[in-house]
């Protein structure tokens, strides 16, 4: 099964060579599961040819926010309805659940209440899992169809699922503890508060559910497969 990665920002230039780039983070969380993948570096413009480019759709994280005025986003959106519209599934991480809710009539804001930053624990109903979270922005407004199927006392709606073909969430399931320590060093400091990120930094050997979490992602691109 092709999946095509839509790329919407870049890890830090500090954490390239030890870890490479969102895509190849997302690579490595699913890698063993029968995918083969193509990138579409979005953010800097690269589209695919439209949504049967791909057997599913995975859109990646960013330092952007959804609301932002940038050229990529409007083509971005128009995109997502199609893979929508196409019935292909679509899986959208952080900026990508933003994105992918903001595209489909939900609303995306600053939170007034702050960040996100490190480990932090999602009930999904059945089971709770801890993921790797760093995020200001949330999605406030649902967009029309969409059921919330994890949460925690800070982050509502943490996790989506659309019209059946659409999973989204907003920690990171690719993100291990060397990205949030290389994010506190190199994005962190000065923009986050200090009291975040030093409770961030004591949990970074604290294990995480990302191969739990990268079960639910494959299984659900594999049902959604036509």
């Known amino acids: 099964m092709r999946i095509g990665i839509l790329q919407t920002g870049h890890a830090p230039d500090e954490v390239l060579g030890a870890l490479g780039d969102y895509t190849d983070m997302f690579q490595?969380?699913?890698a063993g599961r029968d995918f083969d993948f193509?990138?579409?570096n979005v953010v800097d413009g690269t589209f695919p040819d439209g949504p049967g480019a791909a057997d599913g759709w995975l859109i990646t994280g960013s330092k952007h926010g959804a609301y932002e005025d940038h050229a990529w986003i409007?083509?971005?959106e128009a995109l997502i309805r199609d893979i929508r519209d196409q019935g292909t599934p679509l899986v959208g991480v952080c900026f990508g659940h933003q994105i992918i809710a903001q595209a489909l009539g939900g609303k995306v804001e600053k939170f007034d209440k702050g960040w996100a930053v490190g480990?932090?624990?999602y009930d999904f109903g059945d089971e709770v899992l801890a993921l790797n979270a760093w995020h200001q922005d949330q999605v406030t407004e649902l967009p029309e169809g969409a059921q919330v199927i994890a949460s925690n006392a800070f982050c509502e709606n943490a996790a989506l699922v659309i019209n059946d073909s659409i999973l989204t969430i907003q920690p990171h399931p690719e993100f291990g503890a060397q990205m949030i320590?290389?994010?506190?060093?190199?994005r962190g400091r000065g923009n986050v508060p200090d009291d975040l990120i030093s409770a961030a930094q004591g949990a970074l050997d604290t294990p995480t559910a990302n191969?739990?979490?990268a079960d639910r992602m494959?299984?659900?691109?594999?049902k959604g497969a036509k």
Request: net charge negative; proline share 8%; aromatic share 20%.
């Open 38 to 40: 193509d990138t579409y």
């Open 218 to 222: 494959a299984a659900f691109f594999k």
């Open 74 to 76: 409007p083509p971005l």
């Open 181 to 186: 320590d290389g994010l506190i060093t190199y």
């Open 28 to 30: 490595r969380l699913l």
């Open 119 to 121: 480990r932090q624990e």
């Open 211 to 213: 191969d739990a979490f």
